[in-house]
């Protein structure tokens, strides 16, 4: 072999050894790829669950605030401004569209939740996914009457999904809630990490001993109240009354009653004066400790809870 042949073919070898170096490198020399961001591989269950249940409870607490002063149930606080819209009747087409945006996005999350738990075992995962859906799903069809159901929250498979009949939508998710009811009566706590931290809501009723008693009752029980609230919201319907007789004798034979005056539905990630809820911050007061000043009840409502002498 000649000394020019051979040079070629060293560098020939030494270029390739610099491609070789350069593409087992480049991954670790990509400036484009945050390591630190979740990646959804990686993303498990006991990590959606907090933030889902905190984002439904602060928007059933705060989030259709207009619809409440619509209602008559709030008013504007004295020395704060009046939405404007609302005070002119300028509505248009985005008033209000959170009401549709917020709680469909909250479901967004719960159904990666409940993918992934279903495929990881965790069925006490997938039951909560199913129930705080439907909680999500009826407050948009208590505003919009027909939404996107059963092409909804499937990706590009629905890119745009129908809109579904809201009585068809009623009865799928009282179905979904039993569905989440069954599996919670039977779900093992060592297959579902960290539950007595990721759940915000009735993560104290799983004591040191670790028994899953408690927790499923308080479960069991805020799945049938929001049954009861779904079947309550067609008690007006003539044509429902045999559809309502029929799920009011499925819950008394379930037995496990519905939620306690003393055992409310109220979650706290961690809640504090410097973090207060979103509800608090809201209605009660700020920061700072002066009041919030910009709700207030309306004497509408309060008249109304005189007269059933509620307290």
């Known amino acids: ?65 207009y619809l409440y002063r619509w209602l008559g149930f709030i008013a504007t606080a004295a020395g704060t401004a009046p939405p404007a819209a609302e005070e002119s009747y300028n509505l248009t087409t985005t008033y209000g569209t959170a009401a549709f945006t917020t709680p469909l996005d909250l479901n967004e999350d719960l159904q990666f939740m409940e993918n992934k738990a279903k495929a990881k075992g965790q069925t006490f995962y997938v039951a909560a996914a199913k129930i705080l859906k439907s909680l999500n799903f009826a407050r948009v069809v208590d505003v919009y009457n027909s939404i996107p ?56 009723e799983i004591p040191t001993a670790l028994t899953t008693t408690d927790h499923k009752l308080a479960w069991i029980r805020f799945a049938n109240t929001l049954k009861l609230r779904l079947l309550m919201h067609q008690a007006a319907r003539p044509e429902r009354q045999a559809y309502i007789q029929s799920e009011m004798s499925k819950i008394a034979a379930e037995g496990s009653g519905f939620m306690l005056s003393a055992k409310s539905a109220s979650v706290n990630p961690g809640y504090s004066q410097a973090l207060p809820s979103p509800y608090y911050a809201t209605f009660g007061f700020t920061i700072a400790g002066q009041d919030a000043g910009t709700q207030t009840a309306n004497n509408t409502l309060l008249n109304f809870l005189k007269v059933d002498s509620d307290p």
């Not at 670790?28 to 390591?35: A, E, G, H, M, Y």
């Not at 929250?153 to 009585?167: E, H, R, S």
């Open 149 to 204: 159901y059963s092409e909804a929250l499937q990706g590009l498979n629905f890119i745009t999904p129908k809109y579904d009949d809201p009585i068809a939508i009623y009865e799928d998710l009282i179905r979904q809630i039993d569905t989440g009811i069954a599996m919670i009566k039977t779900y093992d706590l060592a297959l579902n990490p960290n539950l007595k931290v990721s759940d915000i809501m009735y993560g104290s």
């Open 1 to 65: 072999m000649s000394s020019s042949i051979r040079k070629i073919a060293g560098l020939v070898c030494l270029a390739l050894s610099a491609m070789a170096l350069i593409t087992g490198c480049s991954r670790q020399l990509d400036i484009n790829r945050n390591p630190n961001d979740a990646v959804q591989a990686n993303v498990d269950p006991y990590l959606v669950f907090p933030g889902a249940m905190s984002g439904t409870a602060s928007n059933v607490s705060t989030g259709n605030s």
